[in-house]
């Protein structure tokens, strides 16, 4: 059966009709869900198979002992998916002139301990489109065990001492200023709310930058394999466009492009597929 919903109203009116429209197609109905360019990002989620990329990780881990990050592996997919079109990460001047970056820049939250606690803390790695897994990998790491001497640690420490008139006034100037937005936030975000929960789940983004990406949680599902019905992990990802910088062709092409390169488990040792050229 084909369903078409219709949303309108604010984001508390569309978010509803998002949970509903998944829940329909997992019960094996075809969903179609119509609403306003806004929250298209709410719309645009994906699942990837995982699978194959998780099985060479800990094989990497068997044979060497060493547990490569998951998300060093994402993060070289994502650089080498946005290296093929890159408006993805691109941005408009205060003069409304196209900026395009050759290095992606990702700012993306990872969990480190402060006086025995965990805690999260940003990182903007440089260039990920030009490193390879290992390489973010050791990156990380090194983030890690030494963020509080970070250029971000630095600059959040005196940001939010700041009078919040000052803040807002400064974050209006900076989103007017592309080669800003690179220094200080990174030409796109990849959040992670799966590191809080076990299983499948979607995370909303509110996005600032042309392209947000968010992964969520990790759920088995079947999968028809060669004829046969095989239990496969897929990753949820919401994948957020500044459709006035991006168009829907172009966008496409982006997420099939990521598609292929994660479940190719493309740059990890023992992985012996080749995504599509």
């Known amino acids: 059966m084909q369903i078409t919903i219709f949303a309108a109203g604010s984001r508390g009116d569309i978010q509803p009709c998002v949970a509903l429209s998944r829940g329909l197609q997992r019960a094996g109905y075809q969903v179609r869900l119509a609403a306003p360019q806004d929250f298209a990002s709410f719309v645009q989620a994906y699942g990837f198979d995982v699978s194959h990329a998780r099985a060479c990780l800990r094989s990497h881990k068997r044979q060497t002992g060493e547990s490569l990050s998951f998300t060093a592996f994402i993060l070289a997919c ?5 290296d093929m079109n890159r408006h993805m990460h691109a941005y408009r001047n205060w003069r ?19 006086e025995g606690k965990p805690v999260l803390r940003p990182h903007i790695l440089r260039g990920v489109n030009q490193k390879t897994v290992h390489q973010l990998h ?7 065990h030494t963020h509080a001497q ?15 008139f000052v803040r807002r006034a400064f974050l209006r100037v900076l989103f007017q200023q592309p080669h800003w ?28 930058h042309t392209l947000q990406v968010t ?3 990790i759920a088995q599902k079947p999968a028809l394999v060669a004829g046969k019905l095989e239990m496969h992990e897929y990753l949820s990802v919401t994948i957020s466009f500044d459709h006035d910088i991006v168009d829907g062709a172009p966008a496409a092409r982006f997420v099939q492009r990521l598609k292929e390169l994660i479940e190719a488990g493309d740059g990890l040792p023992d992985s012996h597929r080749q995504p599509p050229e």
Request: aromatic share 14%; no cysteine.
């Open 181 to 208: 937005i690179k220094a200080y936030y990174g030409t796109v975000l990849l959040t992670s709310v799966g590191m809080f929960g076990n299983g499948g789940g979607w995370g909303i983004p509110a996005p600032n």
């Open 138 to 144: 050791a990156e990380i790491r090194a983030f890690q």
């Open 150 to 164: 970070s250029t971000e640690a630095r600059f959040i420490d005196w940001f939010v001492w700041l009078p919040g």
């Open 96 to 114: 409304n002139r196209l900026i395009i970056f050759d290095e992606v820049d990702v700012n993306t939250l990872f969990e480190v301990e402060v």
């Open 78 to 82: 994502l650089g080498k998916a946005i």
């Open 215 to 217: 992964l969520g949680g």
